[in-house]
């Protein structure tokens, strides 16, 4: 395993290179100019010509281009058209805030996800499953702006228990982390379900039933490990939509991660930090599929990776 992880770890390299240039193509055809940004709106064309010049939008793309390789393979993402700060920098005060979101809320969503779909498989067609899907549908149709707006309303303002904006305390990550992980829980739920449901129909799940296993172990000892592949599989690339997509409640919460970050150089056309982003997107989904792979191996022992 351990070469089939060093082979995907030097095939992510020639992704990412191709990544770039659709990265670099797409953040330039946002509309707008950030040089007249920058400039002012009270500035002249001579001076918006100088601030082009000086941010090197001046030279033919391919150019622009080859520069902004040359400078990411010395590990160099630029500098902030906005704070002219490093956009590592920019980054990696955004990061975690991001991060620690995306954990609160994966952690319940596999919680709650797991014990609905279980519940659902296992008492199908009766209340409890009618219940459960019932939840799951409404997680994943609600949309994202509108249950975190009726979260600040209800726990915040009227009731006064969880702050409305920014990182405090812990209770600062409880209803962007529900707001953010009710879609996913709907989603591992259904997919649980669904999965679980198939394996409970096999042949050695009757075995174990006819050997007198209790219905707890047959379920959750038996049955749940091997309806488990599907379910992580999906589980993984909710985690990156996680990390990487949290713009919505980012934005709602004014949470001071990389959402909300990307919001803001989008408005200032604010070409590094996007595509620096961008980038650090796409490398999280690229690690985040090799683990999922890992764990296949982990989970199903009969799985080789040559």
Not at 47 to 61: C, F, N, S, T, W
Not at 64 to 90: A, C, I, W
Not at 159 to 188: M, N, R
Not at 206 to 222: D, P, Q, Y
Request: hydrophobic share 50%; no cysteine; charged share 15%.
């Amino acid at each position: 395993m351990f070469l089939y992880i060093v082979r995907r770890l030097f095939g992510i390299i020639p992704t990412l290179m191709i990544v770039t240039i659709f990265i670099f193509m797409f953040v330039h055809l946002i509309p707008g100019d950030p040089a007249r940004l920058i400039a002012g709106p009270d500035a002249s064309y001579q001076d918006i010509e100088l601030v082009r010049q000086e941010l090197g939008l001046d030279k033919p793309i391919v150019t622009q281009y080859l520069t902004y390789m040359s400078n990411l393979l010395q590990g160099d993402l630029g500098t902030s058209m906005k704070t002219k700060r490093p956009v590592f920098d920019e980054i990696a005060d955004r990061f975690m805030p991001t991060f620690w979101l995306t954990i609160w809320s994966m952690a319940w969503a596999i919680i709650f996800g797991l014990l609905i779909g279980v519940v659902s498989a296992t008492k199908r067609n009766k209340w409890q499953d009618y219940a459960g899907m019932f939840g799951a549908v409404s997680g994943i149709s609600l949309p994202s702006f509108w249950l975190g707006l009726m979260f600040i309303q209800l726990f915040s303002v009227k009731l006064g228990w969880f702050p409305t904006e920014g990182i405090d305390s812990w209770k600062s990550y409880i209803l962007p982390s529900v707001t953010l992980g009710a879609g996913v829980a709907a989603v591992i739920a259904r997919f649980t379900r669904s999965s679980l449901m198939d394996t409970l129909r096999e042949d050695y799940i009757r075995t174990g039933r006819a050997k007198g296993l209790k219905e707890s172990i047959v379920v959750w000892k038996h049955a749940l490990k091997n309806a488990m592949i599907p379910v992580v599989t999906m589980t993984g690339l909710q985690f990156g939509f996680l990390l990487g997509g949290s713009i919505v409640v980012e934005t709602v919460f004014s949470w001071p991660g990389l959402g909300r970050l990307l919001i803001d150089s989008v408005s200032f056309r604010d070409y590094p930090v996007i595509q620096a982003e961008m980038l650090l997107f796409a490398l999280e989904f690229m690690l985040i599929n090799l683990l999922v792979d890992i764990l296949y191996g982990i989970m199903n022992p009969q799985i080789r990776y040559e």
